[in-house]
């Protein structure tokens, strides 16, 4: 069965303390694997887009990486208002459906 | 260029009620899913269409249901409300209908079902 395994669930940093949040996948054929930051009570707002092991993007202070089992989203030097859930999903397998892990939720502290 | 918009944003009603949601795309863009977010479960898929057709559906009653009309806008409906739909329905939209393309997400619609 297609799975998407975050973790840790919460985190909570000091700011300008670097860390990585994890993405375990478990899917066959994968087309996409995309990163999300949602604020409270808001919509999924679009980090990253990663296609092949190997490949990374970056994006101010988030850095994404993929490999054929799990994908990493370091976060450099965070601030608060890098606080948010941060999501990860997969779309290949049989179904081909956006299939979301439940998150880890990031709390930076000035 | 506007993002996906999503409407209404808010929304309480009645077990055994009837709700139908809308949902505008970024300009361009096709193809258009529907989410399901809840504490327990996370975000959930609904079902996806690429125009005017269902391509894909998840695992929900066939008390939900939807439809995308041909200037790509999209609508779900939920019949005979029960209290466990209470959620924030969350809609997506991209180009085309690729798996590897990217999804962009409204702003969402918060349900509550009393």
């Known amino acids: 069965e297609d799975q998407v395994t975050q973790s840790p669930e919460a985190l909570r940093l000091q700011e300008g303390e670097s860390s990585s949040l994890n993405c375990s996948y478990t899917?066959?054929?994968?087309?996409?694997l995309f990163w999300y930051r949602q604020d409270p009570g808001k919509g999924p707002e679009f980090l990253f887009t990663?296609?092949?092991a190997g490949e990374e993007k970056e994006k101010e202070r988030l850095k994404a990486t993929l490999t054929k089992k799990e994908s990493f989203l370091h976060i450099t030097a965070p601030k608060p208002e890098d606080s948010a859930t941060y999501l990860c999903?997969?779309?290949?397998?049989?179904?081909?459906?956006?299939?979301f892990g439940t998150g880890t939720l990031l709390a930076v502290q000035p | 260029k506007a993002g996906v918009t999503q409407t209404p944003r808010y929304l309480i009603k009645t077990r055994g009620q009837q709700v139908t949601l809308s949902c505008s795309p970024i300009?361009?863009?096709?193809?258009v899913s529907w989410y399901q977010q809840t504490p327990g479960q996370g975000l959930q898929f609904l079902f996806e269409?690429?125009?005017?057709?269902?391509?894909n559906k998840g695992n929900f009653p066939g008390r939900f249901s939807g439809r995308q009309f041909s200037n790509s806008r999209s609508e779900m409906n939920v019949s005979t409300l029960e209290l466990g739909d209470s959620a924030l329905y969350l809609c997506?939209?991209?180009?085309?209908?690729?798996?590897?393309?990217?999804?962009?997400f409204g702003p969402g619609t918060r349900l509550l079902v009393l």
């Open positions: 269409y690429f125009s005017e057709t269902q391509r």
């Open positions: 300009s361009g863009h096709r193809s």
């Open positions: 899917v066959s054929g994968l087309r996409g």
């Open positions: 997506a939209s991209s180009l085309g209908p690729l798996p590897s393309e990217t999804q962009y």
């Open positions: 990663l296609y092949s």
């Open positions: 999903a997969v779309r290949g397998g049989a179904t081909n459906k956006l299939i």
